[in-house]
Structure formats: structure tokens, C-alpha cells
């Protein structure tokens, strides 16, 4: 039997939620990955250090109990019009902040975003960044212009984002689920303070998957599913071996009904088979080898976080497995249900 050992994984951008389904969300992840970067747009937001504190206490407390005791959640806080200064400085305080990273989300573009950020670069939030930049905190962007068309919103966000690089040269970036061949292209032309999160199905699939055999619900996210030549030049990214191209799982649940409906919430819930997922992408390309730097080493090294002497491994076994589908009406549907991947963890 075939075997692959890597590293734990690093997922540089998971939503866990809120309420009941967090238990699981997070035992899901924590299972396979060394640690991972917890999105903030909960219901309420992580707005402050005090919610993140809060935020992370809980995650850790059900990694604990599961048994994994290993696993290390870094934290975002949600950048608001009004959000000051003071609340960077806050956030880096403490010693070995928990606070890693300051999400941008433009108003409206996504899963509660209404109270994201309307002028990216408005005075206040010009010194938040100033604040970020001398504390090595880094600025995660949800790269779309909410009011462009849902296929271009992506691309006509760049040039914010190059004016943030202009006006922060020294501000760490992170362009989140990197979708177009343009994004790509401006990470690749840009310095080594800016990266791009990767996510497994926008490795994996077009707008075609998406729309042509029928609509498919659990397909639908944010950014959209582009055209293969987007596609391609997206898996190229991550099978590359540059250190600034990581994996952001994206992994966003949402129950079935929510997703099963006439207005169809964006989200592609990928957790569960993520790494799977991943290697037969990078097994397709022929570059599995190249498995380990994108999931498990350029993602932390980004972010500064020092890799444990002692990481463990995680292995992987060329076996076919049938993807299930949910064990209740509630829960979320993984892409593919019922079909087959031809890699499985083994625990
Ligand atoms: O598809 C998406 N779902 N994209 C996002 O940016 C947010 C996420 C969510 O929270 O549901
Ligand atoms: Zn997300």
C-alpha cells in the first residue's frame, strides 16, 4: 500500500462558527491539523482581543477534551469602519499574542459581512495598518469589490490591495482564496510580505462544475468558481513550491436547508476530506511531493509561527474511499458526497 508521511497541516483559514455546531467544526479540524487561523465573521464578531481571548478559550477547550491537545488556534479579529488603532496595540500586548492577523472583509461581500469595511482607506484604518505593520500583525483580505460583477468583483479589488502595498510596504498581506489568474499574477509580481491562501475546490473546480450539469449548491462560495484557465493557474500556484502560495481551507459550513434553497448561502464545507482533496491535486500534477510545503510549512513560516521540535506526522494511504453524505437533514454537505477519493487518512 502506498504511504505518504507529512506534517501536520496548517489550515490558514477555517470558519469554525458559533454555538452548536462549533464542537464539531472544530474536532473536525483538529483531528489532522497542527493548528489553524479562525475566521471572525462569527454572529456576534470578533471584533476585539477580549472577543478573540474568549473565542480561542472555547476552541481550545473542545480541542482538549477530544483529545487534541496538540492542536493551536490563531486568531483574527473582523477590521469594522470604526475599528482604532487602540485595538491593534491591545491585541499585541500580551506576550505571544493569540491575535495573528486582522481580516478585511469589504461590506457585504460574503456571510456576515454588513458590518465590514465600506472605505478601506479612511484615515483611522490607515493607522490601524500603520499599528499592524510595527507589530508584525497581518492583514488578511477578502479580495473582492462587493458592488463589481460577481466574476470580475475579485480582480477590480487588486488595486486596493496595491495601494495598501504602497502606502504599508512592510505590512504583511494575505490575499485570501486567491480565485483568478489575475490575483495570482499580483501575488507572484509582488514582494514577500504579500501571499495568497489556496483553498482545495478552487484548486479542483470551475464555473462549469459549478453551473453547467445543473446548479450545484454546494459548489456555491465565495469568490465565485471561475473558468479553468483561472482554475489552472490556481492549482499551478499551489503545486509550485513558492512559499508565499499556502493552504486557507476556506472550509465553511452551512446546514443543508440554508444551502439547499432558493438563495443559496456561500460556503464550500471541505474539512472533513480536505487533505485528501488536496493530494489527488497534487498527485494529478505529479507533484504530491510538494503536499507537505503548501499544507503543513509556508502557511506558518508566513505567519511566524515556530514550528514545534517535535511535530508530529500525519499519514496518508492510497486508498479508495467513498465521501459520505450527512448524517442529518441539518447538517452540511460535502462536495462530492458519494463519490470517491483515492486518498484517506489514516489515524
Ligand atoms: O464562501 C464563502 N463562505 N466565502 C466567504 O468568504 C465566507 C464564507 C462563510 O463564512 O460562509
Ligand atoms: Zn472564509
Given at each position: ?6 506534517r ?29 487561523l479562525v ?27 477530544a ?29 505571544n ?5 486582522v ?9 456576515n ?30 479580495c ?24 504599508f510596504?512592510?505590512l ?12 495570482v499574477e ?14 482545495a ?59 439547499e ?21 497534487f ?5 504530491l ?16 509561527i ?23 437533514s ?18
Amino acid at each position: 500500500m502506498e504511504r505518504l508521511l507529512i506534517r501536520r497541516p496548517w489550515d490558514m483559514h477555517v470558519h469554525f462558527r458559533q454555538g452548536e455546531v462549533l464542537d464539531g467544526l472544530v474536532r473536525e479540524t483538529a483531528r489532522y491539523c497542527a493548528g489553524a487561523l479562525v475566521m471572525p465573521n462569527t454572529s456576534p464578531p470578533i471584533l476585539t482581543y477580549e472577543d478573540a481571548l474568549e473565542y480561542e478559550f472555547r476552541i481550545k477547550n473542545v480541542a482538549n477534551r477530544a483529545g487534541y491537545q496538540h492542536f493551536k488556534p490563531l486568531m483574527a479579529l473582523k477590521l469594522a469602519q470604526n475599528t482604532s488603532e487602540q485595538t491593534i496595540w491591545r491585541a499585541a500586548s500580551s506576550i505571544n499574542s493569540i491575535v495573528k492577523a486582522v481580516k478585511l472583509y469589504p461590506r457585504g461581500v460574503t456571510t456576515n459581512t454588513s458590518d465590514g469595511v465600506s472605505a478601506p482607506l479612511e484615515k483611522n484604518l490607515q493607522k490601524v495598518y500603520a499599528a499592524m505593520q510595527e507589530v508584525g500583525m497581518v492583514l488578511s483580505i477578502h479580495c473582492e469589490d462587493p458592488n463589481a460583477d460577481v466574476f470580475a468583483a475579485e480582480e477590480q479589488y487588486l488595486p486596493v490591495v496595491g495601494l495598501l502595498t504602497h502606502l504599508f510596504p512592510d505590512l504583511r498581506i494575505v490575499l485570501e482564496h486567491v480565485s483568478t489568474r489575475a490575483a495570482v499574477e499580483f501575488v507572484q509580481q509582488s514582494g514577500p510580505n504579500v501571499a495568497a491562501t489556496i483553498t482545495a475546490h478552487h484548486m479542483r473546480f470551475n464555473r462549469n462544475h459549478l453551473l453547467k450539469d445543473g446548479l450545484r449548491p454546494h459548489l456555491y462560495c465565495k469568490p465565485i468558481l471561475k473558468t479553468e484557465n483561472d482554475r489552472q493557474a490556481v492549482h499551478a500556484a499551489a503545486v509550485s513550491g513558492n512559499p508565499t502560495f499556502f493552504l486557507g481551507s476556506d472550509s465553511a459550513p452551512h446546514p443543508k436547508n440554508a444551502k439547499e434553497t432558493s438563495c443559496c448561502a456561500a460556503g464550500v464545507f471541505t474539512a472533513p476530506i480536505l487533505i485528501p482533496l488536496l493530494a489527488e491535486s497534487f498527485e494529478d500534477a505529479r507533484m504530491l511531493d510538494r503536499l507537505e510545503g503548501f499544507a503543513s510549512i509556508y502557511g506558518p513560516q508566513f505567519y511566524g509561527i515556530v514550528p514545534r521540535q517535535s511535530a508530529a506526522l500525519l499519514t496518508l494511504v492510497r486508498e479508495t474511499e467513498q465521501i459520505p453524505h450527512p448524517r442529518s437533514s441539518e447538517a452540511a454537505v460535502l462536495p462530492l458526497a458519494g463519490e470517491s477519493l483515492r486518498w484517506r487518512i489514516q489515524y
